[in-house]
């Protein structure tokens, strides 16, 4: 895997707002020719606060610094949980592992590297920890399992202290393990920018393929279609039922027969209908 070009339309498919740095398909520190990743680290940036910008470590992450040319990870969460694909090929992530293997692994030719924006001085939020591990499973699904992804300091811990705070690398682990597993989005954490531009040019357009969302992940997984299914529902829910229909009927009808099976106390909606139809009847 010299080039891991895949990585975008992954973490679409896991349900993920995903941003592509310009040039990230053919960025690496060896020119991508030597990348055959077997798990992925977890880094934090330990960079500024959110007060001052979103993504604040992205440049760096990006290009590097002083003692330390970039790439340094082939991914990166922003504070507002957007996923940016950085690297395609190997990045100056982590280095040698200390005792120079960890599972295997001997060095950023072996590991994918994931740079969470975060200053490690107090626990990782909860929606975020929930979009890491679904970004971590996109990336590493088909190669490797949980097991395969060290913090930074279970890589080396002589020398580092990332991912600090919480969660802790076992309950990070578990939950990559759940996602791995097939499981379904977290609704809390709310829908990717692309399933909205996806489903309007679904439901409302003539589907022209030139002018579907090029955010949209080439196969839509099948959470976002039954989400489609959901916002369909929903549209039709504004329409009367066959319930009310018939409750309307009976009502207008003088209340001869039996009453329709329907419940006991009506719904304002309901009465609000009656009134127009009753009005419409009688102006008509």
């Known amino acids: 895997m010299p080039y891991d070009v ?11 707002q995903v941003k592509e740095v ?22 934090h940036t330990a ?8 993504a604040p470590s992205l440049r760096v ?11 340094l990870c082939n991914i990166y969460m922003d504070y507002n949980g957007v996923i940016y694909t950085v690297a395609a090929g190997a990045a100056n992530h982590a ?3 200390d005792g120079g293997s960890w599972q295997g692994m001997t060095g950023n030719s072996k590991a994918w590297g994931f740079e969470i924006e975060h200053p490690g001085t107090y626990p990782l939020e909860a929606d975020r920890t929930e979009i890491a591990a679904r970004a971590v499973a996109a990336i590493i699904k088909g190669t490797a399992d949980e097991n395969m992804v060290p913090y930074h300091k279970e890589w080396a811990s002589s020398r580092k202290i990332d991912l600090a705070t919480w969660p802790s690398p076992d309950e990070f682990r578990g939950k990559v393990a759940d996602y791995l597993k097939g499981r379904e989005i977290d609704v809390s954490v709310g829908y990717p920018a692309w399933f909205w531009d996806w489903s309007n040019w679904y439901l409302t357009t003539d589907r022209v393929p030139e002018h579907r969302p090029d955010s949209a992940p080439d196969t839509i997984p099948s959470w976002a279609w039954d989400g489609l299914a959901e916002i369909e529902a929903v549209g039709k829910r ?7 229909r018939d409750w309307i009927s009976w009502y207008e009808g003088g209340k001869e027969g039996e009453r329709p099976n ?7 909606r309901w009465w609000d209908d009656q009134e127009f139809v009753h009005n419409w009847d009688d102006t008509t």
């Open 61 to 71: 992450c990006i290009q590097g610094h002083g003692s330390l040319p970039g790439p």
């Open 6 to 16: 895949g990585m975008a339309n992954r973490l679409r498919a896991a349900g993920l």
């Open 47 to 54: 960079g500024a606060p959110p007060r001052l910008g979103t």
């Open 22 to 43: 310009a040039g990230w398909q053919r960025r690496g520190n060896r020119a991508g020719s030597n990348f055959f990743p077997r798990g992925l680290v977890v880094h």
């Open 238 to 244: 504004y329409g009367m039922t066959g319930g009310e």
């Open 95 to 97: 280095g040698r592992p």
């Open 262 to 268: 329907v419940p006991q106390t009506i719904p304002d």
